[in-house]
């Protein structure tokens, strides 16, 4: 088994919220700087940075996934992570006609910036992005399956956009199999209240909006070998919990 260092949450300059130094170039520079093997750049509701991201990421010998942190229609935030740019294309595009065409005030909530390789600004998404989408929590298994992605309920244990706040318990028919807590010391804690979760696989990520924040190499995934299919077959192993 592989041990590879991770974090599968960060926001670019493209989330609205995301500093405006988050460029595809700044987020891959820093995280070879903090020996990350893995990581990935989950923006609200769009992937649309992320093949500049993969193709540096390439290049400086990291694994990023294609990824989004979607916000559903109950407002639950949650990552989803693909192992191939195409099928995260493909739910971007399905995301963006379930998101509200409200258009993005810059001022009030930040620029939403497409880079290329250079950090040139190529593109603005027009509409603001951390809106809720039309997209029920209850249908990501289904709809995960059609794109070949994975899904992960973000920040499990928050007080806002998280499925324990936001839907106040887990369904005993939930179909997710890895699940992030921004808090990892607090999983005994929430297994008690939520059994549900000691089947789960349990990640922490930085969910950073600026680049000092980007996790240092303190976090592991144990994967069969050093390639995306593999990373994401390692988050959704099933927990032995006889
Ligand atoms: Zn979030
Ligand atoms: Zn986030």
Redo the contacts with the bound molecule.
């Keep these: 088994m592989l041990k590879l260092s991770y974090d599968l949450h960060i926001h670019s300059c493209l989330s609205p919220c995301g500093d405006e130094d988050m460029t595809p170039a700044n987020i891959v520079g820093m995280s070879s700087l903090k020996n990350l093997d893995v990581i990935a750049v989950t923006d609200h509701n769009s992937c649309k940075n992320c093949a500049v991201v993969l193709k540096l990421a390439e290049q400086a010998g990291i694994i990023a996934l294609p990824g989004m ?1 979607l916000c559903t229609m109950e407002e639950v ?1 949650v990552l989803c992570l693909f192992a191939e740019l195409e099928d995260a294309m493909r739910f971007d595009a399905f995301v963006s006609e379930q998101l509200m065409k409200i258009p993005n005030n810059e001022k009030a909530f930040g620029k939403q910036e497409i880079c290329d390789e250079e950090d040139h600004i190529i593109g603005t998404e027009p509409y603001l992005l951390i809106n809720a989408t039309n997209i029920s929590f209850d249908n990501l298994g289904k709809l995960m399956k059609e794109f070949k992605g994975i899904h992960i309920p ?2 499990m244990d ?1 007080n806002s ?1 998280s499925v324990l706040s936001n839907l106040g318990f887990i369904s005993p028919d939930a179909d997710f199999l890895v699940a992030e807590l921004a808090d990892i010391t607090r999983l005994e804690e929430l297994s008690k209240r939520n059994p549900y979760l000691k089947q789960c696989n349990i990640i922490t990520d930085s ?1 950073a909006h600026e680049l000092g924040n980007i996790n240092e190499a303190i976090n592991y995934l144990y994967c069969e070998s050093r390639n995306k299919e593999a990373i994401l077959k390692a988050l959704v192993r099933r927990v032995d919990i006889s």
């Design positions: 942190e935030h973000a920040h928050k956009n969910d």
